[in-house]
């Protein structure tokens, strides 16, 4: 399985940005895709989930009234929206898959494959 995250970028404060993760290679085997974060010196932290065939996002609270994850099967990809981005937000931005299906955020940990990563950044 790979995946291949893109759409970081540079972005002012209140500013939108939309994540793409394509997923290749054995989607029949997974469960979940996930987007973490991760600021440098500090552990990757989960941000969202959602089962690879059917059911809802789930999101860490934080970050459930701005975040929306969504997926198109037909294209393979999984997407992350994110609305009125903060400073704070500034990360690289991962995508990951899950062989289980899990209801709910689950620790990086839990994570089989990993994409590259993309770089957010918001300015104030």
């Known amino acids: 399985v790979q995946l291949q995250a893109s759409g970081g970028g540079l972005v002012q404060a209140g500013d939108s940005l939309r994540l793409s993760c394509v997923v290749s290679g054995g989607t029949f085997t997974i469960g979940t895709v996930g987007w973490f974060r991760q600021v440098l010196g500090k552990e990757r932290e989960p941000v969202a989930a959602?089962?690879?065939?059917?059911?809802?996002?789930h999101y860490v609270e934080s970050m459930k009234a701005r975040f929306t994850i969504s997926r198109d099967n037909a294209k393979r990809t999984v997407y992350l929206q994110m609305n009125s981005l903060k400073p704070e937000d500034t990360a690289v931005y991962y995508c990951?898959?899950?062989?289980?299906?899990?209801?709910?955020?689950?620790?990086?940990?839990?994570?089989?494959?990993w994409g590259q990563g993309t770089q957010v950044t918001v300015s104030s």
């Open positions: 959602i089962p690879w065939r059917g059911g809802i996002g």
């Open positions: 990951a898959a899950d062989p289980r299906r899990r209801v709910g955020v689950t620790p990086s940990s839990q994570y089989a494959y």
